[in-house]
C-alpha cells in the first residue's frame, strides 16, 4: 500500500470525526481553542489506537483466512465506507450545548463520540492486518489527519458551519469503498 492510499484512507477515516467536530463546534457561540484541541486529541487518539487493536486481532487470524482475505479487506471497507454514507444521509441535527444539556466537549461525552467515531478505524486495522501493511506509518498518519481535521471542523462549526459535515462523510464513505474496490480487483489481477 503507498502513501497516497494510505493517505486517502487516513483521510476517509477522519471526516466522521471531522462531520462530529463541525456539529459539536456548532455549540459554541465563538471558538473556545482548549476545547477545539481536546476534541482533537481525543478523536485522533482513538483514531490511532483502534487501528492498532484492529491489526493485533487480525494477525491472530490471519493463517485462517489467507485465502479469502482479498473478499473481507474489500467486504469491511465496503461496510465501513457504506455506513459512514448512510449516517450522514441520516444525520440528526444535534441540540444547542447549554445549561442541562449534554456538552460534545465533556471528558464522557467526548469519550463515547471518540469511540462511536473511531469503531471504522478497527476494522481498517484488521485489513491492515490481512494485506500484511506494517501498523506504524498509518497509525501515526491517521492519528494526526483526524486531529488536524478535528480541530479544524470545531473551527468551522462554530463559526456556522453546517453546510459541509454530511457532504465531507458521503464523500470519506465512497473513498474507503472505492480503495476497497482496488484491493479486491489487484488481487484478483483485474486491476
Known amino acids: 500500500m503507498n502513501i497516497f492510499e494510505l493517505a486517502f484512507i487516513a483521510f476517509g477515516l477522519s471526516l466522521d470525526a471531522f ?14 481553542l482548549p476545547n477545539a484541541l481536546k476534541m482533537g486529541l481525543f478523536f485522533g ?25 482479498h473478499w473481507i479487506a474489500f467486504t469491511l ?15 440528526k441535527e444535534e441540540e444547542d450545548c447549554g445549561e442541562g444539556k449534554t456538552c460534545p466537549f465533556d471528558t464522557g461525552t467526548l469519550t463515547v463520540l471518540a469511540v462511536a467515531t473511531s469503531i ?8 491492515f492486518s490481512l494485506l500484511s501493511v506494517s501498523i506504524a506509518a498509518p497509525v501515526l498518519l491517521i492519528g494526526a ?5 478535528s480541530v479544524a471542523g470545531v473551527k468551522i462549526g462554530s463559526t456556522g458551519g ?9 464523500f470519506g464513505g465512497l473513498v474507503l469503498i472505492l480503495i476497497g474496490l482496488k484491493i479486491l480487483l489487484a488481487h484478483l489481477g483485474i486491476f
Do not use: C, R
Open 19 to 32: 462531520a462530529v467536530a463541525i456539529a459539536s463546534g456548532a455549540t459554541m457561540k465563538k471558538l473556545h
Open 45 to 69: 487518539g482513538f483514531q490511532a489506537v483502534m487501528p492498532v487493536l484492529g491489526w493485533l486481532a487480525g494477525l491472530k487470524m490471519k493463517s485462517f483466512i489467507s485465502g479469502v482475505d
Open 77 to 91: 471497507l465496503l461496510l465501513v465506507g457504506g455506513k459512514m454514507i448512510y449516517e450522514a444521509v441520516h444525520m
Open 120 to 127: 471504522d478505524a478497527l476494522a481498517v486495522g484488521l485489513t
Open 145 to 149: 489527519v483526524t486531529f488536524l481535521m
Open 162 to 170: 453546517h453546510f459541509f459535515e454530511n457532504k465531507m462523510e458521503i
